[in-house]
Structures are given as C-alpha cells and as structure tokens.
C-alpha cells in the first residue's frame, strides 16, 4: 500500500472515531490517492460528515425554537425531524389563528399533545360560546335600555348608580356621567340621603314603591318624575342586592292633575257658595211666609201657611247640610232627617209636647235628590201626625226608622200610635195635600208605600238611591 | 364517460358520476397504488408524446381545474381565510388526498407556506431526486384561486421523492 493511501485511510480511520465521539471531523480535503475504491470511500465519509453537519445545525435551530432555519435538502439523516418541523410550524401558525380568535382549528397526528391541545380549544371554543351569549345578551339589555323612552336607574344597596339608560342620562344631563354616583346626588342634588328615601323603604320591605318627585334644575323641561322603585333580586340568592329605578316623566299630567285640582276647589267653592245662598234664599222665603201667616186672622189659613213653611225649611236644611259638608252632592241622611224631625217637634211645639220620639236612622251619604225627597215625605208625615193623630190624647209615640236592606236600597219606616188615618182617605185620593205630596215625592225617587192601619198608622217606603244607580 | 372524440368536452362534477348507485358493492374507495398506476403511466405516456416539461404543465393545469371544481362543489368559500384554510385542510384529510398543513400564511399578500404528509401522489416514492407532486401544485392553486378569486402560482419546494418526508408548497398570486 503506498504512503499515501495509508495516511488517507488513517485519516479517515480518525474521523470514523471522531463521529464516534460526537465531534464533527474536518474533510479529508481532496485526497489524492489514485485508488478508486479508497477514493469512493474517502468521498462516502466527507458526505456523511457533511450530511451529519448539516442535520447536527438543523436539529440544534429545531431543539432551539428556530422554526425559520433552513431544511437540509436531500438529507435523510434528518427525515423525522422534518416531519416535525413542518408539524411545529404548522402548529405555530395554527397558535396564531387561534390568538386572532379563530378557534376552528384542529391539531392532528401529535398524539397525546393533540389530545391535551384540542381539549384546550374546546374548553376555549365553550368559553367563547358562553363569552358570545353574555355579549348578545349585554348587547341586547342594553338595545332595550337605549330603547326605553322613560329613565331606567340600577343602584346597588349602597344607592350607588351602576347603570343608567341613555333618556335618563339625557334628563340629569347637569349631573352625568351618572354611573358612580349616589342616586341621591344624581337626582336630588344631595349630599346625603333622602328624608323618607323610597329606595331605603324598599330596601327594608322588599316590597316596590312608588312616588313623584320634582325636577329642580332650572332650564329643565322635565318638572315632575313619576319614580317606580323595585328590588333587583339575584336569581341564584334569593338576595337583593340592590334596586331598579323606572322614572317617567309626569310633568304634563301633574300639571293637568294640578290644574284639575285648581279648577275643581274652584267649583267647590262656587259650589258651596251656591249651598249658601240658596239656604239663606229658602229661609227668606221662610222667614216672609212666617211674618205673612202672622197678619192672617183665619187659623185655617194661618195653619196652611204654617205648613208651607215647614216644607221650605225642609228643603232648607238640605243645602245647609250641604255647605257644611266636605261632600257637595251627597247628604249624611241621619244628620238632615233628625234635624228636621227635631225642627217639626219645635215649630209644632204646642201639640207635640205629650209626644215621645224614636228614631233610628241609618248614618248613609244620599244623593242630594233623594235627601230632599226623604226630606219633604218626612215633613209631611211628621207633621201629620203631630197635627192629627194625637188630638184628643193625653200622650203618643212617633217612630222613625231608616236602614239598608240591599247595597243601594233603604226602608223608610214611619209610625204613630195615634187614632189612624181615617177610612176614606188615601194615598193619592185628593183629601190630603200632606198625603198627595208623599205619594208626588215617592214616585219621584221610584218608591213603593205601603200603608197600614192597625192601632195607628205605619207607613213604610222603599227606596233606591238613585244617584247610586246611575253611578252602576 | 364523456366520449373522447368529443374535442369540446369540458368537465363537469357531474361527470363523476352516482359512484353510490355504481359501486353498490366496492364503494368510493380503491386502493392509492392503483390511483398511482394511472397518474404515472399517464405521465410516462404524455411525457413520451410532448417531452417532460410538457407533461408536468399538462398535470399542473389538470390539477387547477380539478382544484377549482372541488372547491366550488366541496368547499365552504363563505369563510373567513384562516377558517377556510383549516376547512381545507379538514376535507383533504376526510377524503384521505392528504394531510395539509399550514406553515406561514400572510393574509394580506395572500402569500403561503404549505405542506402535504402522507401526500396521495408521492409519499413512499423511491427518491428520485426531484420534485414530482405537479398535480398537487395546480390541485391547490385552483383551491387558493377559486376561494380568492385572483390567479395563484403554487410551487413545491420539498418533495418526498426529493428526499424530503413532507410536500412543502410556496404559493402566491400570479403578478399582474
């Protein structure tokens, strides 16, 4: 063997061992043997070294994290390590398509790492799901807030503004941003809570409440706030941790309320006045026919006058319980009876003094139409009975009696004890005035009579407060 | 069939025909030596009959077409890139073409970085020291054109019958 290929084969004896050892030998560095096989060799080694080069500087970029290193062509040295070099770049732009938000992707062929990293991007795709629904959900609370033409206000316990929709946020434009604020300050101007604070009151009672407040900054369309407060109760707890305020605004109501109000005191005022002067008129009226009956020299006549008189002073006492009541078109009816029950014992003082008086009239409000109806027929019946049945007798009862029998229906009881009404006089027969003007006022409140004659007179009168009526 | 002396034929999906109702028995599958019996005797045929550089245009072109079909027919191109991509990727894999990867994607120049595994036409070719996955070239062109609606040039860099284990593909929009 010559020389030189024996320091060749040497050479690449060393190398061989040096590969061995881990270490990356020079080439042999164009040999010149003239032997072919050595030749062949030597040329075999240089591309292993070269190829084992190559695949130590693509495995130490790849072991590195450098995905942008460059794949050895044509070395199948490194042939796995280029199947996991294209999945770890795949992998690295599939990482980024799932930061972008793109969460279709789907790792594959990386065993129990594909596992673990697909289990992620369904725990992050469900995540995204419910991230998805709470946003339609926020953005549609929040549509319906915009949406509501009247203010919408949530505080938490501490009355502290967590959320207010953009009509309210509108009307206390002076005071926004609301949301941080107390509500006290945000709608009162306040420092402090409150006197009588709704929310508080809802707070302690779990229960809505309801109240109109002024508006008071100046410059401001919106005077009057009709406030709607309920509790905000965690579903879950049961708790409520704190309140929506509905706000409307009311000025324009309010303001017709109020005028309403004005013009309706105003009519109570007219009215009353009305009461007034019609009382007094009636007992000028009175008043004249007294002085008249006075002049007249025929008892008979005199006495007729007398009755005329008790009848306008009947009426009379109407309006006056009508002035002095809070109620302008009804009368307390036992009030307005005994009065004028009272009134008829007094004026006919000199025949009713032998005579007791029962009364048990029912304490009800009727219509002004039926009270002088019940007012004239009473009178009339009273007065009859003063002046008739007793004559003759050393001492007789008169009984009175009114009741409801019915929601709207009443009984009107009189009775004497006295002699009774005579045989051939009637109701309605013409011998009577008294009698007439009973039957003329019954029909007219749609009464029934009924008359009875045993140890006296009973008449009873049925009656529907027809004020009442027309309200049903 | 379509008749071959019919020269104005052009392909329709259509024309794979109800594989259903045909192969009642044998199905949609066969065995992928067989695909590869017909791709490269055809290719050994034409490259005899037009010279190789030929041959390879012939399959580039027969792949977009092919790739422009599948993607109108079986693509969803209502979805944003990356989502497409993966979408992509899923079906070639559902109907065992091959296992595409994405390596880099630049969404605004449109300019990708793509690998085939298991690749139909050549993973466990003898090395032949060049690249042979020309149809694949113009199969993901047509996709990439189709779904963008711009002409796309795909080249592969790496083959396995190069000696590489993965089809890695450079593709981009054809300059105008």
Known sequence: MRSADR?????????????????????????????????????????????????????????????????????????????????????????????????????????????????????????????????????????????????IIVIDKESTIVRANPAVADWYSDSTPLVGKKCYQALHNRSTPCEGCPCSIMFER???????????????????????????????????????????????????????????????????????????????????????????EDAQWAALLKDTEARIRAMAYVYEKLYESDDLSNVNIREYLTNIILDIMAFYSERSTHISLSTDIEGVSLDVDTAVSLGLIITELITNSIRHAFVDRSEGKIVVRLQGTAPDEYELFTSDNGSGLPPDVELGGGRSLGLNLVLAFSKKIEATIQVERSGGTQITIKFRDTAAGAQA | MPSEKNRGYRFQWKDLGDIEEGRPNLGASMNVSVYRLLQYTLREVITAELGSDKARQLFVDAGKLAGSEFCRNLLNTDLRFSEFLSHVQSKLKDLNIGILRVEKADEEKLELVLTVMEDLDCSGLPVLGETVCDYDEGLLAGILGTYTGREFVVKEVDCWASGSRVCRFEARPKER
């Open chain 1, 7 to 151: 320091r060749l084969l040497r050479k690449l004896s060393e190398m061989m061992s040096a590969l061995l050892e881990g270490e990356l030998p020079t080439s042999t560095s164009r040999p010149t043997t003239r032997t072919k096989e050595l030749l062949e060799l030597s040329q075999s080694v240089d591309g292993l070294v070269e190829s084992l080069r190559q695949a130590n500087g693509f495995i130490n970029a790849l072991a590195a994290g450098n995905l942008d290193t460059e794949v050895p062509p044509r070395n199948f040295l490194v042939s796995p390590f280029k199947s996991l070099h294209s999945s770890l770049r795949h992998l690295t732009w599939q990482t980024e398509q799932i930061a972008k938000g793109h969460l279709t992707q789907q790792v594959d062929f990386l065993g129990d790492f594909s596992r673990v990293y697909n289990a992620m991007l369904e725990s992050m795709r469900e995540k995204k799901r419910v991230e998805e629904a709470l946003h339609e959900n926020e953005r549609l609370l929040s549509n319906v807030f915009a949406g509501i033409r009247d203010g």
């Open chain 1, 206 to 296: 779990g229960e809505p409440t309801q109240s109109i407040f002024p508006r008071t900054y100046k410059g401001s369309p919106i005077q009057w706030i009709d406030r709607h407060t309920f509790p905000l109760i965690d579903r879950d707890t049961g708790e409520t941790h704190g309140a929506i305020l509905y706000l409307r605004d009311v000025t324009e109501r309010k303001n017709a309320e109020d005028q309403l109000m004005a013009s309706l005191r105003e009519k109570e005022v007219l009215m009353r006045e009305i009461h007034h002067r019609v009382k007094n008129n009636f007992q000028v009226v009175s008043g004249i026919i007294a002085l008249q009956a006075g002049y007249l």
